[in-house]
């Protein structure tokens, strides 16, 4: 059965970091695109940053481009998510997912969901 289990949310204030976690297991993702949603309050999920294979391949939405780094450790089928100078319109759930494609390009490319950590920014 494949899982995908995201650690390190919680409560920060405005211009704090927070690094969070997805580890997967349950089969072998070889190839397989990584990366992370979010979903705030009464709105859309919303696809947040995403991450190839060989890790040569990144895409970040434009709010927060700069700020958050995705990278991967293919040996530990983990996958993290460095946010940096957060701010209170980053206060949602976070979903870590991946996908057989070799680019995750939204919801309909996403094989597996984690199931949610949630990053609450206090200003």
């Known amino acids: 059965q494949v899982q995908l289990v995201e650690s390190g949310g919680g409560l920060v204030q405005a211009g704090d970091s927070l690094r969070l976690s997805c580890v997967a297991s349950?089969?072998?993702?070889?190839?397989?695109?990584m990366g992370w949603f979010r979903q705030a309050p009464g709105k859309e999920r919303e696809l947040v940053t995403t991450?190839?294979?060989?890790?040569?391949?990144?895409y970040y939405a434009d709010s927060v481009k700069g700020r958050f780094i995705i990278s991967r450790d293919n040996a530990k089928n983990t996958v993290y998510l460095q946010m940096n100078s957060l701010k209170p319109e980053d206060t949602a759930v976070y979903y870590c997912?991946?996908?057989?494609?070799?680019?995750?390009?939204?919801?309909?490319?996403?094989?597996?969901w984690g199931q949610g950590t949630q990053v609450t920014v206090s200003s």
């Open positions: 997912a991946t996908g057989r494609r070799p680019v995750l390009a939204g919801d309909r490319s996403v094989d597996y």
């Open positions: 991450i190839t294979w060989s890790g040569g391949n990144i």
């Open positions: 349950g089969r072998t993702f070889n190839g397989w695109a």
